[in-house]
């Protein structure tokens, strides 16, 4: 009988499988084509404790009871039709993990509907990538405690460790786990929009090759603003084209994909009333970038009068530094107030500390950042918004007049920077005592009569404007 089960050999499924596997436990593997099995067989396990099965009966059959059963596939219908097919051969007290990106609204609702069939389920975000997940990935696991506590052994053994502590935690109630692992990827895609930012700008207004871009990239990595995205972005810039030995990146098609995680964190920060414009913006980035063929229209019959700028390369680099560590501070205050307030209103219990602390080793978005934002959480455990405080406001007061100015060359220059700028809007509106929605509120009230409250009396007023 195998310790576990896993369903899904695509790039995540087969290194968790390796990972598991060298860690000492046995493991039954199932994947719908079965020629990948085979072939996974084949030319990756070694002397891992690995079994290939081909249908669902045997494969649930192999399993030491209660059985667990790792789903890595494709989000969404995938993983409710392999449910579906896995519960006739299930039992009491079995367990389905799904470690896949689902929606963190569709593991609410399969946790709930499994109870009538006593099958119990776990949502586990895992972040890491292929290599992470070979090696050790950062593992956001949420459902029931008791059902964690069935895993948890395995899981502490694969994920990654920092300081000896490994990079997972149960993170909260019902679809807690995905929940994060979805906001995970908001501020993942904030980042790399912002680092393209940069390097639009060198490239664009320095004159830049990308061998120096990679350079400054690799200092700032050395710094404060080391993180895993910064450090393959300045792999990827050295990276040469084994066509034309030219920089690769120069030959990628401009167009940014992606797969919903993003756009799931902007619609839900939407439902929760949460302000989160730099993780939207992530988004509209990628968004903007697909319009190819609109932007080759556009940037002909649009006249750009660049202003000569003559920019001080030091300089504007050094901006660049404090404006991306400006940037990265708003997308993580961002996605952890969604969190905190996730946590409140669908009573997750989520310690936005813990999460900071499993992000600090073995995914996408960690960085030496996190140490100082775990610090400001740990003053106030009560304030959901960890902008909302001195050092926050501090450290971004500290890199506001570098961000202006990157964000002044870009326009200069006719670089969107949207992400820079949206972050410096956010700020603005966030410290700005009074705003200009009272124009907006007797707007309301005008075309509306949707009334408004006074600033020098309680109550509810209306006026008639006409
Ligand atoms: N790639 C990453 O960096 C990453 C990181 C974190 C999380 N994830 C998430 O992890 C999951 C797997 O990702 P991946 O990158 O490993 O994907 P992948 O390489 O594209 O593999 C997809 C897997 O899903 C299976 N599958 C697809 N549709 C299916 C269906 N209808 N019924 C049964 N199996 C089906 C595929 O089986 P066949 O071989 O038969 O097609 C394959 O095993 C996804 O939810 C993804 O979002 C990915």
């Excluded at 999460?355 to 073995?362: D, N, P, S």
Aim: hydrophobic share 40%; aromatic share 10%.
């Amino acid at each position: 009988m195998n310790d576990i089960g896993l369903i899904g050999l695509g790039v995540m499924g087969e290194n968790l499988a390796l990972n598991i596997g060298r860690n000492n436990y046995s493991l039954s593997v199932l994947n719908r084509t079965i020629e990948k099995t085979k072939m996974f067989m084949e030319q990756k396990v070694r002397d891992e404790n690995i079994m290939p099965f081909y249908d669902i009966k045997s494969f649930v059959e192999s399993l030491e009871r209660p059985r667990k059963i790792i789903l890595m596939v494709k989000s969404g219908e995938p993983v409710d039709n392999l449910i579906h097919e896995l519960l006739p051969y299930l039992e009491n007290g079995d367990l389905i993990i799904d470690g896949g990106n689902s929606y963190f609204k569709d593991t609410d609702r399969r946790i709930e509907e499994l109870k009538a069939s006593n099958v119990l389920y776990l949502g586990l975000g895992i972040s890491g990538g292929e290599y992470g997940a070979l090696n050790g990935p950062s593992l956001m696991p949420g459902g029931l405690l008791e059902t964690y506590k069935l895993v948890e052994d395995i899981l502490l053994n694969i994920a990654a460790k920092v300081d000896s502590k490994p990079c997972c935690t149960y993170v909260g109630d019902d679809g807690a786990g995905h929940f994060v692992k979805m906001i995970h990827n908001g501020i993942e895609y904030g980042i790399m929009l912002g680092i393209s930012e940069a390097y639009n700008i060198m490239r664009k207004g320095l004159m830049l090759s990308s061998k120096e871009i990679g350079d400054t990239f690799k200092k700032w990595n050395d710094g404060e603003l080391g993180s895993y995205l910064m450090e393959i972005s300045y792999k990827i810039m050295y990276h040469e084209d084994e066509n034309n030995n030219r920089p690769l990146v120069d030959f990628i098609l401009d167009k940014a994909e992606q797969k919903g995680t993003g756009k799931w964190t902007s619609i839900t920060a939407l439902e929760l009333g949460i302000p989160a414009p730099s993780l939207t913006a992530a988004v509209d980035g990628r968004l903007i970038s697909h319009f190819k063929e609109e932007r080759i229209k556009l940037s002909n019959v649009f006249e750009k009068k660049k202003v000569n700028l003559s920019l001080d390369k030091e300089k504007t680099i050094y901006d660049l530094e404090k404006s991306l560590l400006f940037n990265q501070f708003i997308l993580f205050s961002q996605g952890i107030w969604l969190i905190n307030e996730a946590s409140n209103v669908y009573n997750y219990n989520i310690d936005s500390a813990e999460v900071l602390r499993i992000w600090k080793g073995g995914c996408i978005i960690r960085a030496k950042m996190i140490n100082f934002l775990i610090e400001i959480i740990n003053e106030d455990r009560e304030n959901i918004n960890f902008l909302n405080n001195k050092k926050s406001v501090d450290f971004l007061l500290g890199k506001f007049n570098s961000t202006k100015h990157i964000s002044n060359i870009a326009k200069d220059l006719y670089i969107p920077a949207l992400i820079h700028n949206t972050s410096m809007d956010y700020f603005l509106g966030l410290i700005e005592e009074n705003s200009a929605a009272n124009l907006m509120q007797a707007q309301r009230d005008y075309f509306g009569a949707h009334t408004y409250e006074r600033v020098d009396s309680e109550g509810i007023f209306h006026t008639e404007w006409e």
